[in-house]
Structure formats: C-alpha cells, structure tokens
C-alpha cells in the first residue's frame, strides 16, 4: 500500500474574502495511489508523507499554492473522497481559513500543550468591613470608641485569568493541590508585564475543562483565577498604620480585655527596653526577665481596651494599631505554567 502521485486537480474552488480583507482559500488535490483498500485517515497520512513538488500541507500549515502565498490563512479542514470510478483515485480538498474571533496565532502550535498560556483580566465585588479610612486613621466615633455597627462598604479588585493546556489529568490534579486557595510566597513575574510583590496575588481556585481532542492530541485547558491586591510601595510593620488592602495578610486591631499596664506604665516598660545593652540573645533574655505576665482586666461592661505594640493600653486620644498575620499557605507563584 502507497503513494504514487500528488498533483494539484486541474479545476480550483474560489477563493472568498471577508469585510476584513482576511482570505478563505480552497485547494484541490488528485492522489494516485496502488491500492484501492485504502482508509481515508492513512491516505492523507501517507500523501502528507509523500510531499513531491505539489505537497499537501500538515494542520495549522499556512497557505501556499503555486506562486501564491498567505501568512494569515491556515489550513483547517480536509476533506478526502474516493474516486467511484477509479478506486485508485482520491481527491483531498483542504480549506486554509484565517484565524477567528478570540483566536491567535499561537493556536497554530501543536501539540496543544505547547502553547504559551493566555492571560485575561477580570474583576470580583466583595463587600469589607472598614477599620481604618483612606489615610490609614482608625474609624471611631468623636468619643473615640468604636461605633456599635460595623461600617460595610462595596469594592472590587482586579483576576488576572490565566489559561493552560496540559498533556495529563496528573498535571491538573498537581495544580489545583500546589497552588488552590495560596499566596505567592515572593514576587511574582506575571508574563513578563507585572510584578505582583510577595502575598499581594492569591489563587482563587483553579479549574479543568473536559478532555479535549485536536487532530490526534488530547488535553485539558486548565484555568486559573488570581485574585490581586493593591501593589503599593513600602511593606506593612506592627506599630505603623498602613493600608489593610496591601497583601492577603490578616491584618487585626490590637485590642482586648486584658492589658499588661497602664499607658503610663507601657511608656516607662519602652524606655527601659530602648536602653538595653547587650548582644541580641543577652537583650532578649532581659527581655524576658522583666516581662509582665500579671494582666490588668477591663471593667465589666466595658468596651474592648485599645494596646500598644507591646501589649499596655494606649492613651486616651491615640489611634489603634493594626498586627498583620500571614495566615495562608505560600508557595512559588512563578510556578505557574507560561
């Protein structure tokens, strides 16, 4: 069983363009062959094989006839029948399309898990709590306390969508137990165009499609979504007031029932800390010699006591502040197919 000849069929379909100046081409071949048993599928095999001075061309190849020539219009569909005449004969058409809507160039790359991933962008709304205002100042009432309901107000932030074909069910279930439900542990080198500083992206979920089948590849399209939060400049500390909207850390106002000492008391602990000599490890142990471990309690009825970063109660009049907690999983977003 084989391939004798493969020439272009003397009479060509038309060629079509679309309101976009983009080209539809059709051409036809005549392929002579040894053996009348032949199966569609192996012919085009075989006369693909075969090349010769009139090749037909393999999927996604880009247009080519004679001395004609298109970069922009792929061959798509192939369609093979056999002479009822002549069982020796077959006739393959090939249709070269452009690209279509929401299709790239990449598209033509096979096998389909070679192609680069596909970034979009999207949004969610989530309704917050507000502790703090735009300027970083805690909300209290003019008495300086906190208001009895918590003031809610709508945002949104931006989902980076990232799109990836991947050869094996294997992959999928890696991705969606590495990086479901994380952070990103450093920065984040998103296609080369952002960077997103380290715990500012969390992956929101990650999702498969079904198998998919293109000529004779199977795959999954796996899709990620990636939550952002606000980029901006310097890096949240205890003991600063800083924007809540910065990382995926949990950031919580120092107050409670319970205190180590007055603000009077907290101040004089501060001082004494500050004039510590000493290695390291010998400040730390003197730290640890003079801690307060007897707490004072709030009265009975009484709203929460606002702290200090060490633990005593803040003077009448001062802001609270805010210990951020880093409280999700962390992993190496880089990680992430491109």
């Not at 009822?84 to 090939?94: A, E, G, I, P, S």
């Not at 805690?138 to 799109?163: C, F, H, W």
Request: charged content about 30%; aromatic content about 10%; overall charge negative.
């Amino acid at each position: 069983m084989g391939i004798e000849s493969v020439v272009y069929s003397r009479e060509q379909p038309a060629t079509t363009v679309n309101d976009k100046n983009l080209a539809t081409y059709k051409v036809k071949w005549d392929v002579q062959t040894d053996d009348p048993e032949y199966g569609p599928n192996t012919l085009v095999e075989d006369a693909i094989a075969f090349g010769g001075s009139a090749p037909i061309p393999r999927l996604w190849e880009h247009y080519r006839f004679r001395g004609d020539e298109s970069l922009y219009s792929h061959a798509r569909e192939f369609s093979v029948k056999q002479n009822r005449v002549n069982l020796l004969r077959w006739q393959v058409d090939v249709s070269y399309k452009p690209l279509g809507e929401g299709e790239e160039e990449d598209d033509t790359i096979l096998p389909p898990w070679d192609r680069p991933a596909k970034y979009s962008v999207d949004r969610e709304v989530y309704t917050r709590i507000l502790e703090q205002d735009i300027h970083g100042w805690q909300i209290v009432n003019t008495a300086g306390k906190m208001y009895d309901e918590p003031l809610e107000q709508e945002a949104s932030r931006g989902v980076v969508v990232i799109q990836k074909n991947v050869h094996t069910l294997n992959e999928v279930a890696n991705y969606i137990a590495n990086f479901s439900d994380a952070v990103n542990k450093w920065s984040w080198h998103l296609g080369g165009q952002y960077i997103a500083r380290a715990r500012t992206a969390l992956c929101r979920d990650v999702t498969a499609s079904e198998i998919m089948t293109e000529a004779e590849y199977k795959f999954y399209s796996v899709t990620f979504r990636i939550a952002l939060k606000a980029n901006k400049s310097g890096s949240p500390m205890m003991g600063s007031v800083p924007s809540a909207e910065e990382t995926w850390d949990r950031a919580i106002l120092e107050r409670g029932y319970q205190y180590r000492g007055s603000a009077e008391r907290g101040r004089e602990w501060s001082e004494w800390k500050e004039q510590l000599e000493g290695t390291p490890a010998q400040r730390e142990y003197q730290l640890s010699e003079g801690r307060i471990t007897e707490l004072e309690k709030a009265p009975v009825g009484a709203e929460p006591v606002l702290l200090d970063e060490n633990g005593f109660k803040l003077p009448e009049g001062e802001i609270g502040i805010f210990t951020f907690w880093e409280t999700r999983r962390q992993v190496d977003f880089n990680q992430i197919p491109r």
